[in-house]
């Protein structure tokens, strides 16, 4: 039999989020503004921020559009908006249980057809270090967090504990890019998300090996977005930059960048024949996940075809297409 297809880049978000901004007295929260029947605005502030489709919120529609696609299995998790790390932590946390609950009871309803990542106030390690333990306890596999955390890159003494704590609960990280650099300067043609997404992911993956975290944290399983931004592309010259500065470089971990190829793991959200085949060749076939970063437009539009229409062996496409998740999903 064959391994089931799993896209563990999907997001999702409640068909109702309460007025977290007349709960807490303060502004910046997401809201739903169902305008239309199958059709939402999120809303920031009365901003108009992304309009969603029911496929955001409703299970049986992803479960249609799920079988159409080939998917098995959709690895949930919230969108980055949601993430609320600049808010107070004590809110973010009852932000984060709210998600992360409804996230749970889609697994539990599904359980077939669904798997979790839940979401932690990270900007208060002590409040996500009660929340990840409260994650394992209702079903989640892992957590996804930010590409940084407000002014802490992935390298943050602060954070350690939170991935420590991961790898002993054998709970996978997804790291999704967030709040991107350069935002403010480059507004227009969708640039942050067009540059600044792949720079962000760059960033994190960066911070986790030049910070140590890779190195001290050998078990911890670690799955990068957007098949690891601009990353792929740069690691000649980051690890360039490694040899000639290590003054600069290797303050905090003294073990080369290309080492760690091979040892976290990047979707296969490139959009591109020639950029999926070197990101395989880079990290490896065994390290390389289908995610499709539905149902969002930036997304694969049928999770999984690139995949299926790359000129490699059954058994490659397998595990692209679900083996590798399934050991990334559970150790």
């Known amino acids: 039999m064959r391994s089931p297809v799993i896209d563990i880049h999907t997001h999702i978000l409640p068909k109702k989020i309460p007025s977290f901004a007349k709960k807490f007295g303060y502004g910046g929260f997401i809201s739903l503004d169902h305008h239309c029947k199958g059709c939402a605005r999120m809303v920031k502030d009365d901003v108009f921020f992304r309009e969603v489709g029911e496929n955001c919120w409703d299970p ?22 949601m993430f609320n790390y600049w808010a107070k932590p004590k809110d973010t946390l009852e932000t984060s249980k709210f998600l992360n609950d409804h996230i749970a009871n889609i697994v539990q309803a599904y359980p077939k057809k669904f798997e979790g990542l839940g979401t932690l106030p990270m900007q208060s390690p002590e409040l996500a270090l009660l929340e ?22 992935l390298d943050a003494p602060e954070l350690y504990p939170v991935f420590q704590e991961c790898e002993r609960l054998n709970m996978c990280l997804f790291v999704h890019p ?25 960033r994190a993956i960066c911070s986790l090996i030049f910070g140590g975290v890779l190195e001290r944290l050998p078990k911890l399983r670690i799955a ?43 979707d296969s959200l490139v959009h591109d024949r020639k950029t999926l085949n070197n990101i395989v060749d880079l990290v490896g076939e065994d390290r390389v996940i289908l995610g ?18 790359m000129d490699w062996p059954k058994l490659k496409k397998e595990k692209i297409l679900g083996t590798n998740a399934l050991y990334w999903l559970n150790g």
């Not at 079988?67 to 959709?74: A, E, H, L, T, Y």
């Not at 990840?132 to 890159?153: A, E």
């Open 60 to 81: 049986k529609v992803r479960l249609s559009e799920s079988k159409d696609s080939g998917v098995d299995i959709q690895v949930l998790s919230t969108v980055p908006v």
């Open 132 to 153: 990840l333990n409260r994650c394992k306890t209702i079903g989640l596999k892992g957590i996804q967090i930010g590409s940084h955390i407000n002014s802490w890159n």
């Open 178 to 202: 967030w709040d991107m650099m350069g935002s403010s300067t480059m507004k227009k043609y969708w640039l942050p998300w067009l540059v600044g997404m792949p720079a962000e992911s760059s």
């Open 224 to 266: 990068i977005a957007h098949g690891g931004g601009s990353f792929p592309s740069t690691i000649g010259r980051i690890e360039h930059g490694f040899n000639v500065r290590p003054d600069l470089c290797a303050i905090d971990n003294n073990t080369s960048p290309s080492s760690y190829l091979g040892k976290f793991w990047l």
């Open 292 to 309: 499709s970063d539905y149902p969002f437009p930036l997304g694969e539009n049928r999770p999984g075809n690139l995949i299926r229409n």
